[in-house]
């Protein structure tokens, strides 16, 4: 029996990141034996959640970051991923990523990231719910679930999801070999 390899999965953060939607993925990629990378728009910098609680610091910056070197990345939702719109680096890592049929796991407003990449056209997807206009537009299907899988896309709404979204990210990277 072939034992399933530790992952690297990266998580692209900026402040006001909804502190559960990082909190959560990232303690059950690392308790189910997975390497978590956070990059962000510049490395070593403190990134602060919505209720200014929770800090996490980046490992890398986006331009450092190449696609090639991860199995997924997470997209957490709050103002998160607005902070990280604008950075041509963050979207070519999640284009890369998407090439290359890697795992995008994007909950709440992460899938913004996703429209202003253009990966959406005929895509499934759920997001928060206020966005589902903005979806539609880029040429996504919302859909109003917990969780909706497409392909290398898994996508949730809301905190309340977390548990589904987590759940079918883990199935998608199994559980790694210690």
């Known amino acids: 029996m072939i034992e399933p390899r530790k992952k690297k999965v990266a998580f692209l953060l900026g402040d006001e990141f909804e502190d559960?939607?990082?909190?959560?993925?990232?303690?059950?990629?690392?308790?189910?034996?997975?390497?978590?990378i956070i990059i962000s728009l510049e490395r070593g910098v403190d990134l602060r959640g919505k209720n200014g609680t929770i800090t996490y610091k980046?490992?890398?910056?986006?331009?450092?970051?190449?696609?090639?070197?991860?199995?997924?990345?997470?997209?957490?939702?709050g103002k998160s991923p607005a902070h990280l719109l604008d950075s041509e680096d963050v979207i070519a890592f999640v284009t890369g990523m998407d090439k290359d049929?890697?795992?995008?796991?994007?909950?709440?407003?992460?899938?913004?990231?996703?429209?202003?990449?253009?990966?959406?056209?005929?895509?499934?997807?759920?997001a928060y719910p206020q966005l589902h206009a903005e979806i539609n537009d880029a040429g996504g299907r919302f859909i109003d679930k917990a969780v909706v899988v497409d392909n290398n896309l898994i996508t949730s709404r809301t905190p309340e999801d977390e548990p589904f979204f987590i759940e079918e990210t883990i199935n998608k990277l199994g559980v790694a070999a210690y």
């Not at 980046?58 to 939702?77: M, Q, T």
């Not at 995008?104 to 202003?116: E, N, T, Y």
């Open 101 to 126: 049929g890697k795992t995008i796991a994007a909950i709440c407003h992460g899938p913004q990231l996703l429209v202003k990449a253009g990966l959406l056209d005929g895509r499934n997807l759920t």
């Open 20 to 36: 559960s939607e990082m909190v959560n993925p990232y303690e059950a990629i690392t308790k189910n034996g997975h390497e978590a």
């Open 58 to 77: 980046s490992h890398l910056a986006a331009r450092e970051a190449d696609p090639s070197d991860y199995d997924a990345v997470i997209i957490p939702g």
